[in-house]
């Protein structure tokens, strides 16, 4: 079974930086594409990154193009998200998934069977 364990949120100014980590483990992590996901209090779960198994494909979210990073290192079974430039409007928890499916990649958090705890990202004007 996988297991994802996310870490690296926390209380931030805007303008400022952080960067999230999600630990993998349970199957051969270099099979699965990951992404990240973030909802905000009294709103929907959307999508923010996604990167392909081998880090070729990478999509992003148009609010955060440009200002977040997504990238994997798969010697260490694990998935980064750097946060630069954040906002107010960034504030949620954010949630590393993995895709149930071997090579494929998707935007869609329905295609995404396994999920990690969250971890709270807050950032102050």
């Known amino acids: 079974q996988v297991q994802l364990v996310e870490s690296g949120g926390g209380l931030v100014q805007a303008g400022g930086s952080l960067r999230l980590s999600c630990g993998f483990s349970?199957?051969?992590?270099?099979?699965?594409?990951m992404g990240w996901f973030r909802q905000a209090p009294g709103k929907e779960r959307e999508f923010v990154a996604a990167?392909?198994?081998?880090?070729?494909?990478?999509y992003y979210a148009d609010s955060v193009k440009g200002r977040f990073t997504i990238s994997r290192d798969n010697a260490k079974n694990t998935v980064y998200l750097q946060m630069n430039s954040l906002k107010p409007e960034d504030t949620a928890v954010y949630y590393c998934?993995?895709?149930?499916?071997?090579?494929?990649?998707?935007?869609?958090?329905?295609?995404?069977?396994?999920w990690g705890q969250g971890t709270q990202v807050t950032v102050s004007s």
């Open positions: 998934a993995a895709m149930g499916i071997e090579f494929r990649l998707g935007i869609d958090y329905t295609e995404y069977d396994y």
């Open positions: 349970g199957r051969t992590f270099s099979r699965y594409a």
């Open positions: 990167i392909s198994w081998s880090g070729e494909h990478i």
